[in-house]
């Protein structure tokens, strides 16, 4: 039997600043925090993705900051949903569309649809409702946006809650000096050996806005489920000057505290990879979660990243590391 016609999109690469489209899906108006790092990473997605796009936007941040009041700064369709079910309202969403176009109700083209959770609404709470969406190979792109921590409701620790930060959950004192104690998940991980589904997972920062915009296109263009995450620094649970936003995510590419890379079908293509990298501690001494620190516990940071770095440097394929992935 022949497939039906979705009329999906196909988005082509943004090749320099001067191309980046004109258009404004996120607009002024919005309540977040002096230098937000979620909110320019909300611009540059939506300015990505165009008009032919829905969101879902579950409880977080960039739900609270920007929902207030009847008053939000899309431009495009957007629905809240709730922090445990991001996933779930996408797939309702996703399905519905199949069966107005099949029935003639909807002409097309098929809307991109983009879940943007907060790293609470990916990997803890709402990962039960990502992973089904996934699981049903319904054509969603989830983004998580990492500010590392639950900032909605005061900086408590998420599971994205680097070791040795401070958070309202995690305070450093005389009995546990480092504060957190346990090193973060490995997010694209958890989608890639697990969703034999999808085909495209990749990582960026708001410091490469055409990475990251083009990376959106390229997950937005394919025909199944896509996973990209996002480091999206935040002033007030992180404590810097809201000046150094694009610095804090610029460094953790430096110092290997994050790495950029996309996953298709199986192959890793790694890229901002440093020549050099730089230590930790320059990327842990701008930010005041990290102040209480000791030299054993930045030396335990290193070791950590070290061993991310060696996965950088030599790369194993998931799809042959994983018994049954293709």
Partial sequence: MQAFDYKYQQLEPVKSFKRVPGPEMYVPGHRTC???????NYRLVAKAAGKDTIFIGPTGCMYVANASYLCTPYAVSWIHAQITNGGAVASGIEAAFKIAM????????????????GDGGTVDIG???????????????????????????????????PYGAATTFTPPGKEIPEGKTLFPKNAPQLVIGGHPAVKY?????IAHPLDLMNKVRKALSQPGP???H?????????????????EMARLAVETGMWSMYEWENGTYKYTNVPKKYKPVG?????????????????AKMQAF????IKQVQRPIPVAAAVPGKQ
């Fill in 282 to 298: 320059e990327y842990m001494k701008h930010q005041g979660r990290f102040a209480h620190l000791k030299p054993e516990h930045i």
């Fill in 226 to 228: 896509t996973f990209l």
């Fill in 230 to 246: 996002m480091l999206c620094p935040c002033p007030k649970g992180w404590l810097f000057d809201e000046k150094m936003t694009r």
């Fill in 305 to 308: 990243v070290d061993e991310k």
């Fill in 201 to 205: 997972v990749a990582t960026t920062t």
């Fill in 34 to 40: 002096a230098g937000c790092g979620p909110a320019l």
């Fill in 102 to 117: 099949r029935k003639g109700r909807h002409a097309g083209p098929f809307p991109n649809i983009i879940v943007m959770a």
């Fill in 127 to 161: 990962l039960q409702a990502m992973s089904a969406m996934m699981y049903r190979n319904h054509k969603v792109l989830f983004i998580c946006y990492d500010n590392e921590s639950y900032a909605n409701t005061g900086v408590q620790t998420s599971p994205m809650t």
